[in-house]
Nanobody
Framework: EVHLVEFGGGLVQAGGSLRLSCAGSGFDAENYAMGWFRQAPGKEREGLSCFNFNDGTSHYVDSVKGRFTISSDRRKNTVALQMNALKPEDTGTYYC??????????????????WGQGTRVTVSS
């Protein structure tokens, strides 16, 4: 059974940075992707970024492109999200997720296969 655990949420001022990490366990595969989703208060969950472990490619939605960077350590089945230039609208619960499909920007509009419990990020103005 896939198990995903997020780390690194917290409170930060606007313009600041925060790094989230996600550790995956319970699987051993060659073709999969891990990504990050966010659910802001009162809004639907949205996909932000994903990383394909089979070819090392990453994808971002426009709202975070240039500010957020996704990276991975495949040996450990981990993925991190470095978030810079944070804005109050980045506030929300951030979820790590895994899909067995190849991930593109379009994939971020659809649910992934497994999810973490989420970690809270609050950006104060």
């Amino acid at each position: 059974e896939v198990h995903l655990v997020e780390f690194g949420g917290g409170l930060v001022q606007a313009g600041g940075s925060l790094r989230l990490s996600c550790a995956g366990s319970g699987f051993d595969a060659e073709n999969y992707a891990m990504g990050w989703f966010r659910q802001a208060p009162g809004k639907e969950r949205e996909g932000l970024s994903c990383f394909n472990f089979n070819d090392g490619t990453s994808h971002y939605v426009d709202s975070v492109k240039g500010r957020f960077t996704i990276s991975s350590d495949r040996r450990k089945n981990t993925v991190a999200l470095q978030m810079n230039a944070l804005k109050p609208e980045d506030t929300g619960t951030y979820y790590c997720a895994l899909t067995w499909a190849y991930c593109t920007t379009g994939s971020l509009k659809r649910p992934f296969d497994s999810w973490g419990q989420g970690t809270r990020v609050t950006v104060s103005s």
